[in-house]
């Protein structure tokens, strides 16, 4: 057990969490690709909020610029939904539990180009199907010591749809931000967020930091352990 700086042994030092975070990029053709807007700052800080207290974080992040700090994180730095997918259920089993913060393309183009696409089509259509549902899929090995969180990035019907996912991934609590609160989401240094437990509860706070954000979801777990 690690003991920090006056005999205090830190809350989450036995601990492995798996967290994933960031976009995925689905390939049209070499030189394009479907992504979206998340900037994964999210996931990086609750990585840095769990290594502060102790825990050994497997970081499996879609491209991003960020860079990770404390050596208590491995970073698996992946593209694809599919590659995330892997990464993740090869890594879960032998974690105490998952935090699922990233953008996971919900489509794959079926059939990418090998070659550049040309200019000049009338009409051109990209046939897509589903990627596999990671924290679904997670949530169907999870094993009763083990704990799942999941966000929900929604603009309407918020806390309804967020329970939903709740339900449907088998999450132990839920950290819901709506787009329509402004400094909340993708590429912000902040965000406002509610944490629905799967016991019905939930707890609303005021718009802060990713970093503070970091820190009211790292309680939540910390309290779920003690519970
Ligand atoms: N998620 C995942 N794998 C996917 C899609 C989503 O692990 N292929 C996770 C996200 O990381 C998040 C939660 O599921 O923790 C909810 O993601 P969100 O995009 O809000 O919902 P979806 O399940 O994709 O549903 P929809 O896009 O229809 O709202």
Known sequence: MKRISGGQKKKLSDKKILITTGPTYEKIDPVRFIGNFSSGKMGFAIAEELAENGANVILVSGPTALKTKHTNITRIDVVTAEEMYQASIDNYPDCNGGIMTAAVADFTPLNPEDRKVKRGKENYSIELTPTKDIAASLGKIKAKDQFL???????????????????????????????????????????????????????????????????????????????
């Open 149 to 227: 969180i999941g966000f929900a990035l929604e603009t309407n019907d918020e806390e309804f749809n967020a329970k939903l996912k709740l339900e449907k991934k088998n999450l132990d609590f839920i950290v819901l931000n709506s787009l329509n609160d402004s400094g909340a989401g993708f590429q912000h240094d902040t965000n406002k967020i509610s944490i629905i437990g799967n016991n019905g509860s939930a707890k609303k706070f005021e718009l802060k930091p990713k970093t503070e954000v970091a820190k009211d979801i790292v309680d939540e777990l910390i309290q779920f352990y003690e519970k």
